[in-house]
T-cell receptor
């Protein structure tokens, strides 16, 4: 069965550079969530989209932005990168938002900021 | 605020031992409760869930019961295997939210042969 695809799987950037992370949800899933997991930490919710509109916002820094496109894939854009942005970034997709739809997670993108 | 508290690890057990990982939550309303598992180098996988009080979620020999009176959702397995070694996260979704998960800190389980 198709799963959530994230690219790239690994990314190394310098401080103050920009990065773009991509997420391709499971076919027919209309909802995408982004989470950030620091080393040894629990995943923290960043932002979510439903039907190409932002549906909820968590602890996403102002330096980050995201969108969901017409084919439902999503991109997380990160600018002015800081050392503290080094983390594993997960994308999850579901059929519909809210409590009902099970979230399926991608393998994550490991971002290292030097 | 809304939060999940789970027992700190790491937890080290011998194969076939009994496993309990405690999880309690604080939430407004009645959340849905989840256990996710993260194997080394992989993403999160849903292990089991429960959406209302007294529901029992179960999968692959793991069980957890939604206890409203104690605001708990403890994970149990009667006989662990080496392949169960992973990090386990307890999580909730608030009633009426857009579905974002609120996670506990995770508990690392190591099972020795």
């Amino acid at each position: 069965a198709a799963g959530v695809i994230q690219s790239p799987r690994h990314l190394i950037k310098e401080k103050r550079e920009t990065a773009t992370l991509k997420c391709y949800p499971i076919p027919r899933h209309d909802t995408v969530y982004w989470y950030q997991q620091g080393p040894g930490q629990d995943p923290q919710f960043l932002i979510s989209f439903y039907e190409k509109m932002q549906s909820d916002k968590g602890s996403i820094p102002d330096r980050f932005s995201a969108q969901q496109f017409s084919d439902y894939h999503s991109e997380l854009n990160m600018s002015s990168l800081e050392l503290g942005d080094s983390a594993l970034y997960f994308c999850a997709s579901s059929l519909g938002p809210g409590q009902g739809g099970e979230q399926f997670f991608g393998p994550g993108t490991r971002l290292t900021v030097l | 605020g809304n939060s999940v508290t789970q027992m700190e690890g790491p937890v080290t057990l011998s194969e076939e031992a009994f496993l309990t990982i405690n999880c309690t939550y604080t939430a407004t309303g009645y959340p849905s409760l989840f256990w996710y598992v993260q194997y080394p180098g992989e993403g999160l996988q849903l292990l089991l869930k429960a959406t209302k009080a007294d529901d029992k979620g179960s999968n692959k020999g793991f069980e957890a019961t939604y206890r409203k009176e104690t605001t708990s959702f403890h994970l149990e397995k009667g006989s662990v295997q080496v392949s169960d070694s992973a990090v386990y996260f307890c999580a909730l979704i608030l009633l009426g939210s857009q579905g974002n998960l609120i996670f506990g800190k995770g508990t690392k389980l190591s099972v020795k042969p």
